[in-house]
């Protein structure tokens, strides 16, 4: 975007990782709602569509803001006009420095992954977002404990309902086909010979994108398709090596067969985790899917930034930090401005890319001393994705975010073929949670947006039978 506004300036992208994420497929589904993908390429292809764009590959060192200047880890050092930090986040490990404790976020880890779950008879995963639900659905052949400290699944983007409503899928047998995944995948020359070392969450990988999983064969060691058991309302109380476990002349536990059933373990595993509920089970290793942190360590050192409770630079509604000339956009900021009633910040790909695209658009008006308006898309919280292969929308305050208990819920479930969950506040649609083909997420949008008194309609608003989007066209 800044190389479009300015097609006669250096632009300089200063990137760790050898290759650049680039969004494809774009597909602006509604006002706010777009879909897209995420694919890995070199970024000689970005400097060949853009002249002015120069892209540096070295680890920043650190910022010197009261000299516009950068230092990388390769020794140069850039001055700057105006400078956009977009060093997104990094996994937050239950533990640092384990060698069975794996954190996913990006395509290094997700690798490393698959390589150690080829080998493994029972894994545990502890987390209770997106990449958790994706990762536990995808694996076959493998014993999964999940672990997850809410009630209910996927509490990140849905209730309890959406979550009963996808359990079926969890533990059906035969799986669909899943569709071939179009992206081209780049890998880094030499990387794949040295043979990853197992924990290197310290080194920085590029963001997983929204289909992440596809084309990486997600298989254990055993004949079964599906085993996944879950442990609610709990979170990892400690860790135990192999040996401090036989130390402890404490029980480990088999995989759950039934609600009664609960045998010691004969096996010997190579680690064990121990959950605040008392129970203890043995696996090969585990999966940290526990949300991430920003990304701000390398820039906060002799700069005043202003941090957000959350621990990402704080943006005002301009995506400027605290400091001058210096702004943030996607995972590593906080925003700090007065958000919309339906809107609010979470750590994902669409937020990232609107925020990045905003943040230029702000960037080329303050160097041309322009005014600018808050972009539309921070109207409205929207969110496109898919979970166990059903496509899955989420909309405004789509989980009551905020709402106290001044708020109503309307679902109609179709056992097996939609979720519809609408939350009402004063007359007035605040959220909505879509899964399966609804076909409402138009017309749930421009209800939300223009926050029209529905009360008149009481129940029918999510009436089968009556065509809303034609009543409401």
Avoid at 85 to 113: H, W
Avoid at 134 to 139: G, P, Q, S, T
Avoid at 243 to 249: A, H, M, N, S, V
Wanted: overall charge negative; charged content about 25%; aromatic content about 10%.
């Amino acid at each position: 975007k800044l190389a479009a506004e300015f097609p006669s300036e250096d632009i300089f992208l200063i990137t760790a990782s050898p290759v650049i994420k680039a969004v494809t497929n774009f597909k602006q589904v509604s006002k706010t709602l777009e879909e897209f993908d995420v694919e890995e390429q070199p970024s000689s292809l970005l400097e060949k569509q853009y002249p002015n764009i120069r892209v540096i590959q070295s680890g920043v060192k650190w910022l010197k803001s009261d000299e516009h200047k950068i230092y990388t880890e390769d020794g140069k050092e850039y001055i700057y006009e105006k400078l956009c930090l977009c060093a997104g986040a990094k996994p937050k490990l239950i533990v640092e420095g384990n060698p069975y404790v794996l954190g996913i976020r990006d395509t290094d880890s997700a690798q490393a992954f698959q390589k150690n779950l080829a080998q493994a008879e029972r894994i545990v995963v502890v987390g209770n977002g997106g990449i958790a639900l994706e990762l536990v659905y995808e694996i076959q052949g493998c014993e999964v404990i999940w672990a997850i400290k809410d009630k209910a699944i996927g509490n990140t983007f849905f209730d309890a309902g959406a979550a009963e409503f996808l359990i079926p899928k969890l533990t059906a047998e035969s799986r669909e086909t899943p569709i071939e995944c179009k992206r081209t995948k780049y890998t880094v020359e030499g990387s794949e010979e040295k043979g990853r070392p197992t924990a290197a969450s310290d080194k920085l990988g590029s963001a997983l994108g929204p289909d992440w999983h596809e084309g990486l064969h997600l298989k254990g060691t055993k004949e079964f398709s599906h085993k996944v058991h879950i442990e609610i309302l709990c979170e990892v109380k400690k860790i135990h090596l192999q040996q401090e476990f036989i130390q402890l002349q404490r029980t480990s536990l088999t995989f759950p067969k039934g609600e009664k059933n609960v045998e010691p373990d004969e096996v010997l595993w190579p680690v064990y985790v121990e959950l605040t509920n008392g129970k203890i089970y043995g696996c090969n290793f585990i999966v940290s899917a526990t949300g991430v942190v920003p990304n701000v360590e390398p820039f906060l050192d002799g700069n005043n930034f202003a941090v957000g409770e959350d621990g990402g630079l704080k943006v005002d509604k301009h995506m400027h930090t605290s400091l001058p000339d210096v702004y943030a956009a996607g995972d590593i900021c906080t925003a700090a401005w007065e958000p919309s009633p339906v809107w609010h910040q979470m750590r994902l790909w669409t937020q990232a890319r609107q925020m990045g695209w905003y943040a230029a658009k702000c960037m080329a008006a303050d160097a041309l001393g322009e005014s600018i308006d808050m972009d539309f898309s921070f109207e409205l919280f929207a969110h496109i994705t898919k979970f166990f292969n059903y496509k899955v929308v989420v909309l405004g305050r789509y989980n009551a975010q905020g709402l106290g208990s001044d708020h109503e819920l309307m679902l109609r479930c179709t056992k097996g073929h939609e979720y519809v969950k609408v939350v009402m506040q004063n007359g007035r649609m605040m959220g909505a949670v879509l899964i399966g083909e609804t076909d409402l997420e138009e017309t749930f949008e421009n209800l939300i947006l223009n926050q029209m008194d529905l009360s008149a309609y009481g129940e029918n608003l999510l009436n089968p039978d009556i065509d809303i989007e034609d009543y409401f066209d």
